[in-house]
């Protein structure tokens, strides 16, 4: 009845997807919107330029919460490369639902602090001299 | 520390009761519908109020009628608005019982007032090692200016900590005292807990201590009646937009020889007497506080407000709000099960409540209640370290006013076990 609140929106956001942490990620990324207080920790394990494991943390809104949900699903076992094609329009697609103005932060946190914890792996992998960083490795 | 000190002489006759239901009809805004065709229900007069009729006429009147700048021309038109304009300092100065209109310095708001007096007085009276005296309950505007205050000077803060159920703990208050602080600045009533602060003694210690006092009224001003002689402050600072007034518009309030003291905060036009290429003069106060061309249909605005709210007595306005506090204290634990209320009782507690409903976000919360025209804020209220000090992201919050009926709350109630059900269903 709600648009926003779809039965699956909340059941991703009572019972994500993929929340927990990795033991050893290879990436990762705390993002937050000091705004609402919604705050996700994105952990990815990538080799081969692919990402293998993904899992989050984070406490937030159910549009944020759910939106961590929908993206870990989706980018696990995807290449580095197409991850960070994905464009906002992707994910709201994904979310599924029409989000207003004012919450276009919390469905769009994971993306950002997704895109946050590849850009930090891809600099990292730039410092230490190494091969593969991003896009290029897939 | 229990509050009687904001009353003054205008507490005088027994206190008229107001009538929320017919003053309504003052509020144009309350007649409007939302997208889905739902009557407004506005809970979020603490963030800003809803404007009467005479406050929207006031603007309009000096936008169509004498739209001159001010203390400048020598026409007619440009008269009226110097007029209008130096009315509106006279009858902020009555709002308060400030002894004089001189030391009303017009501003765009609170923040910028609290501004304004750290760059002015802050930094000419703040030195290494100084200590300056807030509150855990401060709004952002309250702590940020004295953050960078104190970062450029080398002084400190302090902070009084507040008790579980919001209230300040005069105990911890006395001994920080003995640091010899120069300033202590404490909000009046807190935007969040709706604690409403004992001004006045509060004011008598901190100057038996030696420190001046700032006081942040700008939940306090439009809700109870606030007379800055017998609290006793140096400086007190509030908007014009959360009293009923437009935004932009906003004033300090100082003793004059403080005033008088300090330096200029912004330099311009109209706070100068005498410019030379290398050096001024400057103007008398208030205006040495007032560079350049102020929102003058806003501050007009602002008069009429004040005006307004004199004229349903500020002990009426406070009786009013304490109904609608006392009612919402009782009714939303009652009919929300489970709902998380922040803040003291309500005989320390101005016109708002914060709370949470268990393991929902209050956006998700603020979402819903949308829906049915249910206008709350959700946020952290721009009092971070108060929601970090409760282990709190954040929290919903519904603030009331003179337009405020109780109809509203039972509205409230009923939208909140809505976001309930959708959320444990």
């Given at each position: 009845m709600d648009d926003l609140y779809r039965d699956y929106i909340l059941e991703h956001y009572r019972r994500p997807h993929n929340f927990g942490v990795l033991e050893a990620p290879t990436a990762s990324y705390e993002g937050s919107n000091p705004l609402c207080g919604d705050?996700?920790?994105?952990?990815?394990?990538?080799?081969?330029?692919?990402?293998?494991?993904?899992?989050?943390?984070?406490?937030?809104?159910?549009?944020?919460?759910?939106?961590?949900?929908?993206?870990?699903?989706?980018?696990?076992?995807?290449?580095v490369a197409d991850v960070e094609k994905m464009t906002p329009d992707q994910l709201l697609d994904l979310i599924g639902i029409e989000i207003s103005p004012a919450r276009l932060k919390c469905a769009l946190l994971s993306l950002d602090t997704v895109a946050h914890a590849l850009a930090d792996d891809a600099a990292k992998k730039v410092e230490a001299g190494g091969s593969g960083a991003g896009a290029g490795a897939s | 520390?229990?509050?009687?000190?904001?009353?003054?002489?205008q507490r005088q006759t027994a206190p008229a009761r107001l009538d929320p239901h017919l003053l309504r009809t003052d509020f144009p805004?309350?007649?409007t519908v939302n997208r889905l065709g739902k009557p407004l229900v506005y809970l979020d007069s603490a963030a800003t109020s809803l404007k009467p009729l005479a406050v929207i006429e006031a603007v309009d009147g000096y936008n169509r009628a004498y739209s001159a700048n001010i203390h400048r021309g020598i026409y007619e038109m440009a008269e009226r608005a110097t007029g209008a304009y130096e009315e509106t300092r006279a009858k902020v100065a009555r709002l308060i019982n400030a002894p004089d209109p001189r030391e009303i310095v017009f501003v765009r708001n609170a923040t910028e007032a609290i501004n304004l007096v750290a760059y002015s007085w802050g930094r000419r009276n703040i030195g290494r090692g100084d200590s300056i005296v807030l509150t855990e309950m401060e709004h952002h505007a309250n702590l940020v200016p004295w953050q960078l205050l104190v970062q450029e000077k080398d002084g400190d803060l302090e902070f009084v900590p507040i008790t579980d159920d919001g209230v300040l703990r005069p105990e911890v208050f006395e001994v920080l005292l003995h640091l010899r602080p120069k300033l202590v600045a404490f909000t009046h009533a807190s935007n969040m807990l709706g604690t409403i602060n004992p001004a006045r003694e509060m004011t008598e210690m901190a100057h038996a201590a030696g420190a001046l006092v700032l006081i942040d009224g700008a939940q306090a001003v439009p809700h109870m009646p606030v007379d800055v002689q017998a609290i006793g402050a140096d400086f007190y600072v509030f908007s014009g937009h959360k009293m009923l007034g437009p935004t932009g518009s906003g004033a300090l309030w100082a003793r004059r020889e403080l005033l008088e003291a300090m330096p200029p905060f912004m330099a311009g036009g109209d706070m100068i007497r005498e410019v030379h290429l290398r050096r001024s003069e400057w103007n008398d106060v208030p205006y040495k506080f007032e560079a350049g061309t102020p929102d003058?249909?806003?501050?007009?605005?602002?008069?009429?407000?004040?005006?307004?709210?004199?004229?349903?007595?500020?002990?009426?306005v406070a009786a009013h709000e304490k109904d609608l506090v006392t009612y919402a204290l009782d009714l939303l634990p009652r009919e929300v099960p489970g709902i998380q209320i922040y803040g003291p009782a309500a005989e320390h507690r101005g016109g708002l409540v914060?709370?949470?409903?268990?393991?929902?976000?209050?956006?998700?919360?603020?979402?819903?209640?949308?829906?049915s025209g249910i206008c709350v804020r959700a946020g952290h209220h721009c009092a971070m370290p108060l929601h970090e000090r409760f282990d709190l992201a954040a929290t919903a919050r519904a603030s009331f006013n003179v337009y405020t009926i109780p109809e509203e709350i039972d509205a409230l109630a009923v939208g909140l076990r809505e976001v309930s059900r959708i959320f444990n269903r």
């Open positions: 705050r996700i920790t994105m952990m990815l394990g990538i080799s081969d330029g692919v990402v293998r494991e993904v899992a989050f943390t984070g406490r937030g809104c159910a549009i944020s919460q759910a939106s961590a949900s929908l993206l870990t699903d989706e980018i696990k076992g995807k290449s | 520390m229990t509050d009687t000190a904001t009353t003054g002489p805004i309350l007649s003058i249909a806003a501050q007009i605005g602002m008069g009429a407000a004040a005006d307004y709210l004199m004229g349903l007595g500020m002990d009426a914060s709370f949470n409903l268990p393991g929902i976000h209050p956006h998700d919360v603020a979402q819903i209640l949308d829906r």
